[in-house]
């Protein structure tokens, strides 16, 4: 199986700054695309970032400007660096890895974080 485990999460004034990371483990043999989706109480999960094995990258409108998505291929890992933050940013973040492994069979899916809180105070 593929774990993927988010971390960085908390509670933030608004202006101020998080750093969120997410680590894929298990039987993996290539990562493809990573990314950030969110989802706030009563509203449905929205795309926040996306990139590529490669380094490309893509950011909803809300976020351009304020966040960077990065990624170290070496630990499997994504990142989120998120800047002058808002209360509308208020949401669970969560990452998504799509995943080639061999459990239980040769296969390449979207594995899933749990998710991680982020609260920006006003």
């Known amino acids: 199986q593929v774990q993927l485990v988010e971390s960085g999460g908390g509670l933030v004034q608004a202006g101020g700054s998080l750093r969120l990371s997410c680590a894929a483990s298990g039987r993996i043999f290539s990562i493809n695309d990573m990314a950030w989706y969110r989802q706030a109480p009563g509203k449905q999960r929205e795309l926040v970032a996306t990139?590529?094995?490669?380094?490309?990258?893509n950011y909803a409108d809300s976020v351009k400007g304020r966040f960077t998505i990065s990624r170290d291929n070496a630990k499997n890992t994504v990142y989120l660096q998120m800047n002058s933050l808002k209360p509308e940013d208020t949401a669970v973040y969560y990452c998504?890895?799509?995943?080639?492994?061999?459990?239980?069979?040769?296969?390449?899916?979207?594995?899933w974080g749990q998710g991680t809180q982020v609260t920006v105070s006003s």
């Open positions: 990139i590529t094995r490669g380094g490309g990258t």
């Open positions: 998504s890895a799509n995943t080639l492994t061999d459990v239980p069979v040769v296969r390449r899916y979207d594995a």
